[in-house]
């Protein structure tokens, strides 16, 4: 198989991050044992690459947190959610009364039970408040 250089320079990124698949190493490795021009530029800029790359200074597990970090969120957003919508149903219940067959009144269960239909939306609207900061809290981008 002929290999042009332009494939290896394709390559390379990919080599020079770890990346590669086996076959992939071993193919731009011999193609570097045949260009040692090629072989000897890719020495020098890699080392003058390493030597301007300042050490991180993130923590390693920097990701799992975040991971982590997020799927907490994203567990308390999905609760109050379900738990706002239930709430709020609540407070918005009606009560129908039939008589003969036909519906004769229609209202909000608020007239009949005012504190615990009042306390279910007072509930309601905690629940919204808290999904909509968590909510912003997963949209943040960092600036």
């Known amino acids: ?3 042009t250089r332009d494939v290896i320079l394709d390559l390379l990124p990919v080599y020079l991050a770890g990346e590669a698949s086996p076959a992939s190493r071993a193919l731009v490795e011999e193609y570097l044992k045949q260009d040692p021009e090629l072989a000897q530029r890719i020495r020098l800029r890699w080392a003058e ?3 301007q790359a300042a050490p991180s200074g993130l923590p390693p597990d920097l990701e799992l947190r975040s991971l982590k970090r997020t799927r907490r969120i994203l567990f308390w957003q999905r609760w109050t959610f379900a ?7 609540v407070a918005l219940s009606v009560g129908i009364s039939f008589e003969h067959g036909r519906v004769t009144e229609v209202h909000f269960m608020l007239r009949d039970y005012p504190l615990g239909v009042g306390a279910c939306l007072i509930v309601a609207l905690f629940c919204w408040a808290i999904y ?4 912003r809290r997963l949209r943040a981008t960092p600036g």
């Open 1 to 3: 198989m002929n290999v």
């Open 49 to 51: 690459s390493l030597a």
């Open 83 to 89: 738990m706002a919508i239930a709430f709020t149903a």
């Open 132 to 135: 909509y900061i968590l909510r």
